[in-house]
């Protein structure tokens, strides 16, 4: 299936006006941190302000690169890539999958548009990004 970009970024902008983007970002990362232990644990040293605005930025590079593949968003998300590998944080296949959960749950709380057409594309952009997170 073609992702529908201009879906997503309508949705994606719902989330970030409908309660303000730092509460969305608050209620994902308290689903996030609380979605295991090893998730926590890989925060405890984290300035979260700092990784809100990161995440922020990298949903929007992720949906630019769906958008054009050849674009600056190829590069910031091989630059993030290579930061989450084994060699550095060891981000694992399971903890992307809390990640696409907990996202999914709070884009469900924060867009009062969302039905089963949304689901669907943000699941094949966070399968498309964690495809690509896991490339080497």
Not at 54 to 72: F, G, N, R, V
Not at 112 to 125: C, G, I, S, Y
């Amino acid at each position: 299936m073609a992702i529908d970009i201009n879906l997503i970024k309508l949705s994606y902008g719902r989330c970030l006006v409908s309660g303000g983007k730092k509460k969305f970002f608050d209620r994902f990362y308290d689903l996030f941190l609380a979605s295991h232990p090893q998730i926590s644990e890989k925060f405890t040293s984290t300035d979260l302000a700092k990784q809100q605005e990161a995440l922020q930025y990298a949903i929007s590079m992720a949906i630019l690169y769906a958008e054009k593949k050849d674009t600056i968003a190829g590069q910031i998300l091989a630059n993030v890539r290579r930061t989450h590998s084994p060699r550095y944080m060891d981000i694992r296949r399971e903890h992307y999958v809390l990640w696409e959960q907990c996202l999914l749950q709070t884009i469900r709380e924060y867009d009062a548009e969302f039905d089963d057409k949304v689901e669907q594309n943000w699941r094949e952009l966070t399968q498309q990004i964690i495809t690509y997170m896991l490339s080497s």
